[in-house]
């Protein structure tokens, strides 16, 4: 089994009042944009893409499949604050899914990451990928990173953090 975790484009600053209707900026577009011929040359063909519903999330998975295909669908299992088991339970909706996709927020995805493989650390930037392969069911220590996408590696590197 095959598990990606994109973190979503660059969002507008953070507020105070309502962190959560963030957006992706014009920039953070420009980015994932970039990103998709390496998506493609990459042959990503998650099965599902499961997305938390705040718009900056939800307007990466929806760039993501704009480039390669499908059609996300938004689980609040992923909203900030999610744990392994939230992504997991998320992805048991869809039990024929082989490669899941999850576009979700740091340090979540982050954390998920280190539990299922056992790296002592992991740093997702915003709009970076990485790949998780399992010979079986994904669990705990399970894992192993296949690879890990800096943004830098995009076409447009000036995107900035």
Known sequence: MILYFLRHGKAGQPR???????ELTDKGRGALRDAAALWQRLNLRPDVVLTSPLPRAAQTA???????????????????????????????????????????????????????????SVRMRKGGIACLEFYGIPEPGGGEIAWLLDPDLYADSDQGD
């Open 62 to 120: 929806e760039l993501f499949c704009e480039a390669m295909g499908g059609t996300p669908i938004e689980d609040d299992r992923l909203r900030p604050g999610a744990s392994w088991g939230d992504l997991a339970r998320a992805m048991t909706d869809h039990a024929d899914a082989r490669r899941v996709m999850f576009v979700g927020h740091e340090p979540d995805l982050s954390s998920a990451i280190v539990e299922l493989s056992g790296a002592s």
């Open 16 to 22: 105070a009042t309502n962190d959560d209707a963030r």
